[in-house]
């Protein structure tokens, strides 16, 4: 073998073994991050009301909507473009300056806010909530550093720190008697820690002059940064157009019902693409200039991904009753239902999951941005109509379109690639087999058990896994080995 193709080997298999690094280190973040924040919300949804879990998603949601702007994009830029000093201290007082005029901005709006969904209340929540658009943009730059060098792993004690540091503060100031409040001051507490950590654990510190750059420096960042920016800002109003319809159309209570039933999908499923997104994005970037390995890799990703949220996704669904009462007690039943529905709603998300994160390494945020505005103008009619079947009519919206997108998102995906549509299809088909095998071995015990919702939770998981797994080795081996093959190469890392 040539000296020039031994390296290109080496190339890849250094890059395929820090995608696999990336991978378990985001998901050790993630199952630390996520176990804790499920801990802290099933004692909170024993000491909290419905209505305060409502009132507090009113503000959340504007928060969270700006939020993936807070920073311009500029924090996605340093992923993608070549990296100085500079460069870095321009991304950080554009983060900065940024996120003060989204603060500003939330500050003034907060009335107005409070007025469309006619809760008073809002408006002091969401102002004090408005001050984690600045902690969260501040941390974007030390947090995009880690990713653009793939150092997933010191990301990961920055995560479980913000975490703890925000489920403890909740719980006491809940317990405390501080109701609503309790999650606002949790979240900052959270924000603030995180903050510290990360900025700590960054090789990058900024110039004592880092506020003083030239448009040279920033203008690469600004644009693409813009592009980006536009793109996740979509992308969230979709993912939160939801609880602003529940909010405005039917209340603080069943936003809270509402609220609830997603959180679990949220944390469980969709979350894991947002992991994947976060190792991918920087991955796909160096692999741009290569497309067979980007198309491999990304062939790769969907496989994975779908399978994981396709039986995450039916499992949660089958055993939703029992999830709801045993986590969460007997005052949240109404959010059985909604759960059911939007765990479906994950799993078809799965499905169409990754296609953004190859455009934006090729360089065509755009499209992206496009896809979000007709999902959007599709998504929300059809959400003002289904309010009136409540909640439960509003969550099996959300599956509805989650299933015309799968089709377009991936057939879009195989185009900007190059990639037939049988290869995409061949991606997709070993998720439809564990789903199969996990709603057959969970429903069973679901059906079988007549003891109380804990009982068929503790038998139901271990089926489904059980089910799952089965249905993989008989009808998708490959799959298997392909995993195999993942873990090994981690190992040789």
Do not use: C
């Not at 499920?38 to 409502?54: D, I, K, Q, S, Y």
């Not at 009113?58 to 070549?82: E, K, R, W």
């Amino acid at each position: 073998m040539m000296a020039a193709e031994r390296g290109a080997v080496t190339e890849v298999s250094g890059l395929r073994r820090s995608a696999v690094s990336g991978v378990v280190w985001q998901t050790a973040s993630f199952l630390g991050g996520k176990v804790l924040v499920l801990l802290a919300t099933a004692v909170l949804a024993r000491v909290l009301t419905p209505n305060e879990f409502g009132l507090v998603a009113f503000a959340l949601v504007v928060i969270t909507i700006a939020d993936v702007i807070g920073d311009g994009g500029v924090a996605q830029s340093l992923v993608y473009l070549p990296r100085n000093r500079r460069t870095t201290d321009a991304a950080l007082l554009a983060a900065v300056l940024f996120s003060s005029v989204l603060v500003l901005l939330a500050v003034v709006m907060a009335p107005l806010v409070a007025g469309f969904f006619d809760q008073e209340e809002v408006t002091g929540l969401l102002r004090v909530l408005s001050l984690s658009l600045l902690l969260g943009a501040t941390a974007s730059v030390p947090e995009a550093l880690l990713r653009r060098d793939l150092r997933f792993r010191r990301a990961v004690v920055a995560t479980l720190v913000k975490a703890a540091v925000t489920g403890l503060v909740s719980i006491g100031l809940a317990v405390g008697g501080a109701g609503a409040w309790s999650l606002v001051w949790g979240q900052l507490g959270g924000l603030l820690a995180y903050n510290v950590v990360i900025w700590v654990l960054a090789s990058h510190r900024p110039d004592l002059r880092w506020w003083r750059v030239r448009w040279s420096d920033s203008s690469a960042l600004v644009r693409y940064g813009s592009s980006v920016a536009l793109a996740m800002l979509l992308s969230r109003l979709i993912f939160d157009i939801d609880y602003v319809v529940v909010g405005r159309a039917l209340g603080s209570e069943a936003l809270g019902f509402y609220t609830l039933a997603f959180r679990l999908p949220e944390l469980g499923i969709i979350s894991v693409f947002f992991i994947i997104s976060t190792v991918a994005f920087p991955v796909y970037s160096q692999a741009k200039g290569n497309p067979d390995r980007l198309r491999r890799g990304y062939l790769t990703a969907v496989r994975l991904q779908a399978v994981y949220g396709a039986a995450a996704g039916a499992g949660l669904a089958v055993l939703s009753p029992a999830v709801v009462l045993t986590v969460f007690g007997d005052q949240w039943r109404a959010s059985i239902v909604p759960l059911t529905a939007l765990a479906v709603y994950a799993a078809l998300r799965s499905l169409g999951a990754g296609a953004n994160d190859v455009y934006k390494a090729m360089g065509r945020p755009g499209l992206a941005s496009w896809l979000s505005v007709l999902r959007l103008v599709v998504l929300t009619p059809l959400l003002l109509v289904a309010t009136r079947w409540g909640i439960e009519g509003v969550a099996w919206a959300q599956a509805v379109v989650a299933v015309v997108f799968v089709v377009v998102m991936q057939g879009l995906a195989a185009r900007v690639l190059a990639a037939p549509v049988r290869d995409v299809l061949r991606a997709l088909l070993p998720a439809f087999s564990v789903a199969a095998g996990v709603t057959v071995a969970a429903g069973a015990v679901r059906l079988a058990v007549a003891g109380p919702p804990w009982l068929v939770l503790v038998l139901g998981i271990p089926a489904g896994v059980a089910g799952g797994g089965l249905a993989l080795r008989m009808m998708q081996p490959a799959l298997l080995r392909e995993t195999r093959q993942l873990v090994l190469a981690r190992r040789a890392a």
